[in-house]
C-alpha cells in the first residue's frame, strides 16, 4: 500500500475528500446528503491519510484526540436543541434566522448546527476506531 | 382541476405542531437528560485534565437533582408532565412524559449516581479517570434518566442502548481478565434483550401505527387480542432479561461482581431497576390487557425467582456474586406487584424498585469496603472483621435487614404492601413466596455477616485465632468511602422509620399506572371515543 | 409479498438462533448480527410495504403525492442499524480480545468469573 504513488497523491486526495465532505454536510437539508454521510466521507479521508502518512502524523494533524471531537459534535448537537429554550419552543425545535450574503439569501438554522454535530460525532468516532486498527497494524 | 382541488383541501389542513408557548417550567422534563448527556461529552472533552473531572460531575449531578427535586414536587402538584419534541403534536413527535414513577426513580438513580461519584475517587486509578469513569457514568445516568422520564416506545430503546454502550465501557474498565470474561456473557445477553424489545417495538408499530405510550394505550382497548398477547409476551421476555428475572438471570451473577465496586453498585442499583420500571410501565400502563393474559406465567416466575435467587446467595463464597443473587430476589417482589396489579401490590411494587435502588447500591458499596480491609473476595477467607471496624459491621447488619424487607428498614413496606395486596386477592402462594424469600434472604445475609464480622479469623483450623490479614482503612478511604456510604444507609433508616412519604408518593404512582387517564391527558391526545382502530389487514391490502 | 418476506425472516432468526446456540464466539457474533438484520427487516415488513417512491415532497408542491414510502420504519432501521453496528462492533473487539487474553473462543471454557469447581459454602453457623 505504502508506494510512492499513494503518498504523493494522498494529501490531494484527502483534501479534497474533506471539502467534498463538508459540501454534502451544508446540502443535507433539502437534497441528499447531511451530516451523517459527510463524516463517514471526512472520516474515510483520515483513514485513507493514515495508511498513506502513518497513524502518527495522523494524530498531529488533527490537533485534537478524535474521541474529543467526537465528544464535541455530542455536545454541539444537544445543544442546538437548547437553543429554542430562548424562543418558547419544546427541546429541538428548529429555529431560523435567514440574512441576505452578496445579493443571496442564506438560511441559518439549529438543524443544521444539528447536522455538524453529527458530523464530529462520526468523524470522531470512526476515525478512533480506523486509526486503533491501524496501529495495530503497523505495530505488526 | 381535480389535482388543483386536492391540493387547496389539503393546504387547509391544520399543522400538525404545537401552538402555545413552552414555558420554562416544562424544560425540567427534559433538562436532567440533557445536562448528563452534555456533561458526558463534555468531560470527554477534558479527559486528560484529571483534576476537573471529579468536581464538574458532582456539579452535575447535584443539578441534575436540583431540577429533579423541583420537578417531583411540580408533578405532585399538577400532576404527570410533559413536553413534545420539535413542537410536534404528541403522537407525531416524540414525547417526554414524566409522572411520579418515573420521576421518583430518577431522582433516586441520580443520588445514587453521586454517591458512588465520591465514593469512587478514593482508588480511581489514573488511567481509569483518563478512560473516561467519568464521562461514562455521566451518559450511563443520562440514560437511566431518559428512560425512566420517556413517553415514547422507541425512544425507550434508544435510551436503552445508552444504557448499554456506557455500561460497556463501564464493565472493562481496568482490563482484568475477569472482567473481560464478565463482559462478554453481559454484552452478549443484553444485546440480545434489546434485539427482542426491537422484535415487540416491530410488531407494535406493526399493529397500532404509533409507538408513544399514550397513543397506545389509548387504542390497545380495542386491538385484536392475539398479535397483543405476542406482543406482551415478547416484552415479557426483554424487559425479564433485562430485569434479570428467572430464567434469563445467568448473566447477572456471572458479570456483576467482575468490575470495580462503585461500578457494580451503580449497575446493581440502576441497571436492573430500569428493566423492571419498564416492564411495569408497558404491561401495566400502556397494553394492560397483554399483562391480564400473562398474569399466571409472571406468577410462576415470581415465585420462582422468589426462592431461588437467595438459594443461589446462600451457596455462593463470593462476597459480591452472593450480593447479585440477593438483587435477583428482590426483582421477584417486583413481579409479585405485577402478578397482582390493585392499588396496593402496585404501589408495593413502585416502593419496593425505589429501596432496591438505594438498597442494593449501599450494598455493594459496603462489599466494596469490605473487600479493600480483607484484601480478597472470597468469604471463606475473611474473618475478624467486628474488631476492626465494627461501624462496617453496623452497616452490613442494617442493609442485610433491609434486604430481607425486615422492620424498621425501608425494604419492610413494600414487602408488607405486596402481602397484603395479595391477601387481597387471595393469592397464598405468592404470600408464601414472598415470606419465604425474606426468610431465605435474612440466613444468606446473616451467614455473611457471621462469617466477614463475626467468626475471629478465616476458615479452617485456625477459625478462632484473630485474623492477622486485615488492612486497616487509609484516611482517605474512610472519609471519600464511608462517608457516603453512611449517608446513603441512612437514609435508608430514615424513609424507614418515617415510610410516610414515600407511602404518598407510591399510592399516586400506583394510581397513574393503573388508570392512564391523567397520563393521557398530560400528553395532550384526543380522549378514547375519538379513536377509531383500524382494522388489521385493511392497510396491507391497499 | 409479506408472506416471502415473512418466510426470510424467519429463515434469518432459524439461522442466526441455531448460530447462537454455537459455543464459539465467532458463531455467536455472526449470529448476533443475523439476528440485527432480522429484526430490521421485520419492522420494515410491519410498516406495511408500499411503493418505493421516496417520501419527498416534489418542487412545487405542499404535500407528499400518493403513493410513497412510509418513512418511520425506514427511520427506525436506520436508528437500529447504527446502534447495533456500535454494540457490534464492540463485541467483535471484546471477544477478540477475550480470544488474546483468555486463549479461549468456546465460552465453556470461560470460566474465570465463574469457576468450574466452585468451592463449598462454609458449613459452619
Same mark, same amino acid.
Given at each position: 500500500?505504502?508506494?510512492?504513488?499513494?503518498?504523493?497523491?494522498?494529501?490531494?486526495?484527502?483534501?479534497?475528500?474533506?471539502?467534498?465532505?463538508?459540501?454534502?454536510?451544508?446540502?443535507?437539508?433539502?437534497?441528499?446528503?447531511?451530516?451523517?454521510?459527510?463524516?463517514?466521507?471526512?472520516?474515510?479521508?483520515?483513514?485513507?491519510?493514515?495508511?498513506?502518512?502513518?497513524?502518527?502524523?495522523?494524530?498531529?494533524?488533527?490537533?485534537?484526540?478524535?474521541?474529543?471531537?467526537?465528544?464535541?459534535?455530542?455536545?454541539?448537537?444537544?445543544?442546538?436543541?437548547?437553543?429554542?429554550?430562548?424562543?418558547?419552543?419544546?427541546?429541538?425545535?428548529?429555529?431560523?434566522?435567514?440574512?441576505?450574503?452578496?445579493?443571496?439569501?442564506?438560511?441559518?438554522?439549529?438543524?443544521?448546527?444539528?447536522?455538524?454535530?453529527?458530523?464530529?460525532?462520526?468523524?470522531?468516532?470512526?476515525?478512533?476506531?480506523?486509526?486503533?486498527?491501524?496501529?495495530?497494524?503497523?505495530?505488526? | 382541476?381535480?389535482?388543483?382541488?386536492?391540493?387547496?383541501?389539503?393546504?387547509?389542513?391544520?399543522?400538525?405542531?404545537?401552538?402555545?408557548?413552552?414555558?420554562?417550567?416544562?424544560?425540567?422534563?427534559?433538562?436532567?437528560?440533557?445536562?448528563?448527556?452534555?456533561?458526558?461529552?463534555?468531560?470527554?472533552?477534558?479527559?486528560?485534565?484529571?483534576?476537573?473531572?471529579?468536581?464538574?460531575?458532582?456539579?452535575?449531578?447535584?443539578?441534575?437533582?436540583?431540577?429533579?427535586?423541583?420537578?417531583?414536587?411540580?408533578?405532585?402538584?399538577?400532576?404527570?408532565?410533559?413536553? &413534545?419534541?420539535?413542537?410536534?403534536?404528541?403522537?407525531?413527535?416524540?414525547?417526554?412524559?414524566?409522572?411520579?414513577?418515573?420521576?421518583?426513580?430518577?431522582?433516586?438513580?441520580?443520588?445514587?449516581?453521586?454517591?458512588?461519584?465520591?465514593?469512587?475517587?478514593?482508588?480511581?486509578?489514573?488511567?481509569?479517570?483518563?478512560?473516561?469513569?467519568?464521562?461514562?457514568?455521566?451518559?450511563?445516568?443520562?440514560?437511566?434518566?431518559?428512560?425512566?422520564?420517556?413517553?415514547?416506545?422507541?425512544?425507550?430503546?434508544?435510551?436503552?442502548?445508552?444504557?448499554?454502550?456506557?455500561?460497556?465501557?463501564?464493565?472493562?474498565?481496568?482490563?482484568?481478565?475477569?472482567?473481560?470474561?464478565?463482559?462478554?456473557?453481559?454484552?452478549?445477553?443484553?444485546?440480545?434483550?434489546?434485539?427482542?424489545?426491537?422484535?415487540?417495538?416491530?410488531?407494535?408499530?406493526?399493529?397500532?401505527?404509533?409507538?408513544?405510550?399514550?397513543?397506545?394505550?389509548?387504542?390497545?382497548?380495542?386491538?385484536?387480542?392475539?398479535?397483543?398477547?405476542?406482543?406482551?409476551?415478547?416484552?415479557?421476555?426483554?424487559?425479564?432479561?433485562?430485569?434479570?428475572?428467572?430464567?434469563?438471570?445467568?448473566?447477572?451473577?456471572?458479570?456483576?461482581?467482575?468490575?470495580?465496586?462503585?461500578?457494580?453498585?451503580?449497575?446493581?442499583?440502576?441497571?436492573?431497576?430500569?428493566? &423492571?420500571?419498564?416492564?411495569?410501565?408497558?404491561?401495566?400502563?400502556?397494553?394492560?390487557?397483554?399483562?391480564?393474559?400473562?398474569?399466571?406465567?409472571?406468577?410462576?416466575?415470581?415465585?420462582?425467582?422468589?426462592?431461588?435467587?437467595?438459594?443461589?446467595?446462600?451457596?455462593?463464597?463470593?462476597?459480591?456474586?452472593?450480593?447479585?443473587?440477593?438483587?435477583?430476589?428482590?426483582?421477584?417482589?417486583?413481579?409479585?406487584?405485577?402478578?397482582?396489579?390493585?392499588?396496593?401490590?402496585?404501589?408495593?411494587?413502585?416502593?419496593?424498585?425505589?429501596?432496591?435502588?438505594?438498597?442494593?447500591?449501599?450494598?455493594?458499596?459496603?462489599?466494596?469496603?469490605?473487600?479493600?480491609?480483607?484484601?480478597?473476595?472470597?468469604?471463606?477467607?475473611?474473618?475478624?472483621?467486628?474488631?476492626?471496624?465494627?461501624?462496617?459491621?453496623?452497616?452490613?447488619?442494617?442493609?442485610?435487614?433491609?434486604?430481607?424487607?425486615?422492620?424498621?428498614?425501608?425494604?419492610?413496606?413494600?414487602?408488607?404492601?405486596?402481602?397484603?395486596?395479595?391477601?387481597?386477592?387471595?393469592?397464598?402462594?405468592?404470600?408464601?413466596?414472598?415470606?419465604?424469600?425474606?426468610?431465605?434472604?435474612?440466613?444468606?445475609?446473616?451467614?455473611?455477616?457471621?462469617?466477614?464480622?463475626?467468626?475471629?479469623?478465616?476458615?479452617?483450623?485456625?477459625?478462632?485465632?484473630?485474623?492477622?490479614?486485615?488492612?486497616?482503612?487509609?484516611?482517605?478511604?474512610?472519609?471519600?468511602?464511608?462517608?457516603?456510604?453512611?449517608?446513603?444507609?441512612?437514609?435508608?433508616?430514615?424513609?424507614?422509620?418515617?415510610?410516610?412519604?414515600?407511602?404518598?408518593?407510591?399510592?399516586?404512582?400506583?394510581?397513574?399506572?393503573?388508570?392512564?387517564?391523567?397520563?393521557?391527558?398530560?400528553?395532550?391526545?384526543?380522549?378514547?371515543?375519538?379513536?377509531?382502530?383500524?382494522?388489521?389487514?385493511?392497510?396491507?391490502?391497499? | 409479498?409479506?408472506?416471502?418476506?415473512?418466510?426470510?425472516?424467519?429463515?434469518?432468526?432459524?439461522?442466526?438462533?441455531?448460530?447462537?446456540?454455537?459455543?464459539?464466539?465467532?458463531?455467536?457474533?455472526?449470529?448476533?448480527?443475523?439476528?440485527?438484520?432480522?429484526?430490521?427487516?421485520?419492522?420494515? &415488513?410491519?410498516?406495511?410495504?408500499?411503493?418505493?417512491?421516496?417520501?419527498?415532497?416534489?418542487?412545487?408542491?405542499?404535500?407528499?403525492?400518493?403513493?410513497?414510502?412510509?418513512?418511520?420504519?425506514?427511520?427506525?432501521?436506520?436508528?437500529?442499524?447504527?446502534?447495533?453496528?456500535?454494540?457490534?462492533?464492540?463485541?467483535?473487539?471484546?471477544?477478540?480480545?477475550?480470544?488474546?487474553?483468555?486463549?479461549?473462543?468456546?465460552?465453556?471454557?470461560?470460566?474465570?468469573?465463574?469457576?468450574?469447581?466452585?468451592?463449598?459454602?462454609?458449613?459452619?453457623?
Amino acid at each position: 500500500m505504502n508506494t510512492v504513488i499513494f503518498r504523493t497523491i494522498a494529501p490531494i486526495l484527502v483534501a479534497i475528500m474533506l471539502v467534498f465532505s463538508v459540501f454534502v454536510l451544508l446540502r443535507g437539508h433539502n437534497e441528499p446528503g447531511g451530516g451523517f454521510i459527510g463524516g463517514l466521507i471526512a472520516a474515510s479521508s483520515i483513514a485513507i491519510y493514515g495508511i498513506a502518512a502513518g497513524v502518527k502524523e495522523v494524530r498531529k494533524a488533527l490537533k485534537f484526540d478524535p474521541i474529543a471531537i467526537a465528544g464535541f459534535g455530542v455536545f454541539i448537537a444537544a445543544f442546538a436543541g437548547t437553543i429554542s429554550i430562548f424562543y418558547q419552543a419544546p427541546y429541538l425545535t428548529g429555529i431560523w434566522a435567514y440574512f441576505e450574503f452578496e445579493g443571496k439569501k442564506i438560511a441559518l438554522s439549529t438543524p443544521l448546527l444539528f447536522d455538524i454535530g453529527v458530523y464530529f460525532t462520526v468523524l470522531g468516532t470512526i476515525s478512533t476506531i480506523a486509526l486503533a486498527l491501524e496501529e495495530k497494524e503497523e505495530k505488526k | 382541476m381535480e389535482e388543483k382541488a386536492n391540493y387547496e383541501a389539503a393546504v387547509k389542513l391544520p399543522v400538525a405542531m404545537i401552538d402555545f408557548a413552552t414555558g420554562f417550567a416544562d424544560w425540567f422534563i427534559i433538562l436532567p437528560t440533557i445536562i448528563a448527556l452534555m456533561g458526558a461529552a463534555l468531560l470527554i472533552m477534558l479527559r486528560f485534565n484529571r483534576s476537573i473531572q471529579p468536581i464538574l460531575t458532582i456539579i452535575f449531578i447535584l443539578t441534575i437533582i436540583i431540577i429533579e427535586i423541583n420537578l417531583l414536587l411540580r408533578i405532585l402538584a399538577l400532576g404527570p408532565q410533559s413536553m &413534545t419534541m420539535g413542537k410536534w403534536l404528541p403522537p407525531f413527535g416524540i414525547s417526554f412524559t414524566v409522572d411520579i414513577f418515573g420521576i421518583s426513580f430518577a431522582l433516586a438513580s441520580a443520588l445514587t449516581a453521586l454517591i458512588v461519584t465520591i465514593y469512587a475517587q478514593a482508588d480511581l486509578a489514573k488511567r481509569e479517570v483518563k478512560y473516561g469513569f467519568h464521562s461514562l457514568l455521566l451518559l450511563l445516568l443520562a440514560g437511566v434518566s431518559g428512560a425512566f422520564m420517556t413517553g415514547d416506545m422507541f425512544n425507550l430503546y434508544v435510551w436503552f442502548e445508552v444504557m448499554l454502550i456506557a455500561s460497556f465501557g463501564l464493565i472493562i474498565m481496568g482490563g482484568r481478565k475477569i472482567q473481560l470474561d464478565g463482559a462478554i456473557k453481559y454484552g452478549f445477553l443484553n444485546f440480545l434483550a434489546t434485539s427482542f424489545f426491537l422484535i415487540a417495538l416491530g410488531l407494535i408499530y406493526g399493529l397500532f401505527g404509533t409507538l408513544n405510550m399514550a397513543d397506545i394505550s389509548l387504542k390497545a382497548a380495542n386491538a385484536p387480542f392475539g398479535p397483543l398477547a405476542s406482543i406482551g409476551a415478547l416484552l415479557l421476555l426483554a424487559f425479564g432479561m433485562k430485569a434479570a428475572a428467572f430464567p434469563v438471570n445467568a448473566w447477572l451473577p456471572a458479570s456483576y461482581h467482575t468490575p470495580h465496586p462503585a461500578v457494580s453498585a451503580l449497575f446493581g442499583g440502576l441497571l436492573t431497576k430500569v428493566g &423492571t420500571y419498564a416492564l411495569l410501565r408497558s404491561l401495566l400502563l400502556v397494553m394492560p390487557t397483554a399483562r391480564d393474559f400473562l398474569e399466571p406465567l409472571i406468577a410462576a416466575l415470581a415465585v420462582i425467582t422468589l426462592i431461588l435467587a437467595p438459594l443461589g446467595a446462600i451457596a455462593q463464597t463470593n462476597l459480591r456474586r452472593a450480593i447479585g443473587f440477593l438483587l435477583i430476589g428482590g426483582i421477584g417482589s417486583v413481579l409479585v406487584g405485577l402478578a397482582v396489579p390493585n392499588l396496593r401490590g402496585v404501589a408495593g411494587a413502585s416502593i419496593y424498585i425505589f429501596h432496591s435502588i438505594l438498597t442494593i447500591s449501599a450494598l455493594y458499596l459496603v462489599a466494596g469496603l469490605i473487600e479493600k480491609i480483607m484484601g480478597t473476595e472470597d468469604v471463606r477467607k475473611m474473618g475478624g472483621l467486628y474488631s476492626a471496624s465494627s461501624w462496617l459491621s453496623i452497616l452490613f447488619l442494617v442493609l442485610v435487614f433491609a434486604v430481607a424487607g425486615l422492620p424498621p428498614f425501608l425494604g419492610f413496606w413494600p414487602k408488607l404492601l405486596l402481602i397484603e395486596a395479595s391477601l387481597e386477592r387471595g393469592e397464598i402462594l405468592l404470600i408464601i413466596a414472598l415470606l419465604t424469600n425474606s426468610l431465605l434472604t435474612a440466613i444468606a445475609g446473616s451467614r455473611l455477616w457471621a462469617h466477614i464480622f463475626w467468626r475471629a479469623g478465616p476458615e479452617g483450623a485456625n477459625s478462632e485465632q484473630p485474623n492477622e490479614k486485615l488492612q486497616p482503612l487509609k484516611t482517605k478511604d474512610k472519609w471519600l468511602c464511608s462517608a457516603p456510604t453512611t449517608i446513603l444507609i441512612l437514609l435508608i433508616v430514615y424513609f424507614g422509620i418515617n415510610p410516610n412519604t414515600i407511602f404518598g408518593l407510591g399510592r399516586v404512582a400506583a394510581l397513574d399506572l393503573l388508570n392512564s387517564d391523567r397520563y393521557v391527558e398530560a400528553t395532550g391526545l384526543a380522549k378514547p371515543d375519538l379513536v377509531t382502530m383500524p382494522q388489521l389487514g385493511e392497510e396491507g391490502e391497499k | 409479498m409479506e408472506i416471502a418476506l415473512a418466510i426470510l425472516i424467519g429463515m434469518f432468526f432459524a439461522v442466526s438462533i441455531y448460530l447462537l446456540l454455537s459455543r464459539a464466539i465467532i458463531r455467536m457474533l455472526l449470529g448476533i448480527s443475523i439476528f440485527g438484520n432480522a429484526v430490521n427487516l421485520l419492522i420494515f &415488513t410491519a410498516g406495511r410495504l408500499t411503493k418505493e417512491t421516496p417520501p419527498i415532497v416534489p418542487m412545487g408542491e405542499e404535500i407528499l403525492l400518493e403513493p410513497f414510502a412510509n418513512p418511520l420504519p425506514q427511520a427506525l432501521i436506520l436508528t437500529a442499524i447504527v446502534i447495533g453496528f456500535a454494540l457490534f462492533t464492540f463485541l467483535l473487539v471484546l471477544g477478540y480480545r477475550a480470544y488474546q487474553e483468555l486463549d479461549a473462543d468456546d465460552t465453556d471454557t470461560m470460566r474465570i468469573a465463574e469457576p468450574e469447581r466452585a468451592p463449598r459454602p462454609p458449613l459452619t453457623y
